[in-house]
């Protein structure tokens, strides 16, 4: 039985993450392997619980500092429950979003100090990290219009403009921060143009 790998998704509003995820799936499970498809925040009972609370919105607003625990904390709940034994069990772990969207919205996004993340990712994450990270990349505007069209706003989607202009910086430096792990795909193109570009990285990298 061979490892389990996985593989992360990433990117901005409406850069088609979910389809993207399913072609993956069926592009993985087309060549014998085992797939989860999974996602943060969420993923395992606990980690769905928590996603419900963090992605509405509150009278009272939600501050950077509860937003980020509440995101470590399903986090850590979902990798105990459902990234790890799958991977154990040598299947493959496709995720729609990880600890890259830490960085970008509430480090770049909110202004919190990377060096918090940094110790988040420690006590999470120890030493753990994907295999292959996906940034799906699109200018903001675009990604803004698709996900509203979409009609499934969450108060994340209500940020503006400027801060998701951070958050596709943050993305993009991290990718060419570290070659080895990330490749970017420039989600504007229509579907089938985006989809060969996958299927080709798909080839070069699993
Ligand atoms: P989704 O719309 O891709 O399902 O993601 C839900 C929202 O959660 C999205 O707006 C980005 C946000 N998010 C963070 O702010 N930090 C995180 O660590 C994760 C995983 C998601």
Known sequence: MSAGRFITLEGGEGA???THGVFIRDW???RGREVVLTREPGGSPLAEEIRRVVLQPWDEGVGAESEVLLMFAARAAHLKATVLPALAAGKDVVCDRFIDSSYAYQGAGKGLDERHLAALEA???GSFRPDLTL???LPPEQGLARARGRGDAN???DESLAYMRRV???FLRRAAAEPGRC???DAAPPLEQ???SLRVALEARL
Do not use: N, T
């Open 16 to 18: 088609g993450k979910s």
């Open 28 to 30: 993985l499970q087309a």
């Open 123 to 125: 006590l999470v994450l």
């Open 135 to 137: 940034v799906f990349d």
């Open 155 to 157: 108060r994340f989607e």
């Open 168 to 170: 596709r910086e943050c």
């Open 183 to 185: 490749r970017v795909i």
């Open 194 to 196: 985006v989809r060969q």
